[in-house]
């Protein structure tokens, strides 16, 4: 898929399970945010940026962030300007939207488990085309944040996605 590029296996089960822990619990949610200026918000947001992080906890988001880095040409002269948890509640129903021009957008999806019934993929609009990314647990996608896209909520459980927002 143009512009959209999928890692898996960035982290072990065990580490990945210790990183959605740790994240939860330096977390406060707050109602979420509008994906355009005429849609009402959906899903909640941890914003790490508005929150005061621990020593050990700034690290992991760091070693995160260095390993995405690692992971991407396209990242290379582009500065980290947000991240934050996305929380969906089962059968929430977000809005195709654009993240801005100039940007890359990552997002790492913490769910425990994958079933393809479920949903919970990212959709992109792409050429009047929908196409998708599957959650699938400790997947990374990275992606050209000017592409419009929206995340789908799982039927039966929370979907939880780490977004890292980098811009030129």
Known sequence: MQDVT???GLFSKDEMEKITNIMLSNCSFNYG???NPDTPPTGLVCDFGKVQLGEGFQKLLNDFVNKIYEKNENLKNMKLYRIYLNYFAPRENPYF???GHGTMTCLY???PEHNVNEG???QFLINDEIKGV???PGRLVIFDGSLEHRATSFRSHPRLTLA???HK
Do not use: A, C, M, W
């Open 120 to 122: 919970g993929e990212t």
């Open 97 to 99: 939207h654009i993240d």
């Open 6 to 8: 999928v890692y898996d």
């Open 164 to 166: 890292i927002k980098f």
């Open 134 to 136: 599957q959650s699938k």
């Open 109 to 111: 999806y913490l769910n």
């Open 33 to 35: 945010e509008r994906d």
